[in-house]
């Protein structure tokens, strides 16, 4: 069965350094969703692509934070420089198009120290 | 992009006992989809929903969208210890983004 794909799964990081998390959706999914998700609350959206265009950056902290996905395939979110309180997990997520079922990767736990 | 309201945050029930969550937006969706996290697993998708009034049943859960197309609810009776995990109902996924409520979180007592 097709997953969605991210790594890495785990990393820790000191604060003021760059850490980047990697995601590939299912094949042939033309959209895309980075979500931080704080332990206990809901998906928080930072990001969604359609194909390689953004659709929705409005929630992703742009003085730190960035996304691409080049080639409409597969996604790089970078975070530059790390504080504590981006400690989360982040989680991929791809669907077939918009407003169709979301699959979700198993997310990457980021801790900042 | 589009905002929802989810009720209760925490719900506590004896097992066998029936378990509903709310999602309400103050502007007309144009759909709804409902998300289950187990603890320590991801999202998974369970059902979407476009129409006015639309209902529809998945074994122990009932899921309606109202009239006015601007709440949403899902309902599970006799509830297992297999249904532990937090319920998200989510809107959007146009030019919005697909964004989650805060979610309800079940949980079960034997």
């Known amino acids: 069965e097709a997953e969605v794909a991210q790594s890495p799964r785990y990393k820790i990081t000191e604060k003021s350094q760059a850490v980047a998390f990697w995601c590939d959706p299912i094949s042939g999914h033309a959209t895309l969703y980075w979500y931080r998700q704080i332990l206990g609350q809901g998906p928080e959206l930072l990001v969604q692509f359609q194909d390689e265009s953004v659709v929705d950056d409005s929630q992703l902290p742009k003085d730190r934070f960035s996304a691409e996905r080049l080639k409409g395939v597969d996604s790089t979110l970078k975070i530059q420089p790390a504080e504590l309180g981006d400690s989360a997990m982040y989680l991929c997520?791809?669907?077939?198009?918009?407003?169709?079922?979301?699959?979700f990767g198993q997310g990457t736990r980021l801790t900042v120290v | 992009g589009q905002q929802v309201m989810q009720i209760p945050q925490y719900q506590h029930v004896q097992e066998g006992e029936d378990f509903t969550t709310y999602c309400n937006s103050s502007t007309t969706l144009s759909n709804i989809q409902w998300y289950k996290q187990r603890p320590g697993g991801h999202p998974v998708f369970l059902i979407q929903?476009?129409?006015?009034?639309e209902v529809k049943k998945q074994k122990r859960l009932t899921f309606q969208f109202g009239e006015a197309k601007k709440n949403s609810s899902l309902h599970i009776t006799a509830t297992q210890t297999t249904d532990v995990g937090t319920y998200f109902c989510?809107?959007?996924?146009?030019?919005?983004?697909?964004?989650f409520g805060k979610g309800t979180h079940l949980i079960i007592q034997p």
């Open positions: 989510a809107v959007g996924g146009g030019a919005d983004g697909l964004t």
């Open positions: 929903l476009v129409k006015s009034g």
């Open positions: 997520a791809s669907s077939v198009q918009v407003n169709t079922e979301a699959f």
